[in-house]
């Protein structure tokens, strides 16, 4: 089930659309005051991601939703996340794929990928949720774009 209901970012962008996706990956976090997330374990992620611009491109997409879903679901689904080595990376603020890092790692991707798009659109926000009650958002700061 996707859940309907997003937090939303204010902008004065003329376009804003937004994806909903779903990946199953399994994780752990290997801190010793992690609890029960030190084994691994898996979860149905629910992802959303927020894409703005002011200019489409020659189809009159901002971005197209499928290449979106593929950036992420191709590379994540169905894996163990601690295997990819950007939830091992000096870069993160966290080296575990927690669920504030995933977001903050998928922003990364994400905004990589349209910076090399013509009409350049920007990841406003990820939102990911691991349960049904449980969910981390990643909103860039200005200095984040490149
Ligand atoms: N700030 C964070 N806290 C926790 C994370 C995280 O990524 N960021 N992750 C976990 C666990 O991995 C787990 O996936 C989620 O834990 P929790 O919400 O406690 O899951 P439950 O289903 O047991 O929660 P209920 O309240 O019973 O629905 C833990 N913390
Ligand atoms: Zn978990």
């Known amino acids: ?63 197209d939703f499928t290449v979106l879903k593929k950036w992420i679901h191709k590379r994540y689904d169905h894996t163990l996340l601690n295997d990819h080595p950007e939830f091992a990376s000096e870069e993160t603020e966290a080296a575990y794929p927690t669920t504030e890092v995933v977001a903050q790692v998928i922003w990364k ?5 349209l910076d090399e798009t013509s009409n350049k659109p920007k990841c406003l926000q990820v939102l990911v949720r691991e349960t049904p009650t449980s969910y981390a958002v990643f909103r860039p700061k200005e200095g984040d774009f490149a």
């Open 1 to 63: 089930m996707i859940y309907s209901y997003y937090p939303q970012w204010p902008h004065n962008y003329r376009y804003e659309l937004n994806k909903d996706m779903h990946l199953s990956a399994a994780h752990y976090i290997p801190s010793e005051d992690a609890g029960k997330c030190r084994r691994v374990h898996g979860h149905t992620y629910t992802i959303n991601v927020t894409v703005v611009g002011d200019e489409l491109n020659r189809n009159g997409f901002l971005i």
């Open 109 to 113: 991707t994400v905004q990589q990928k």
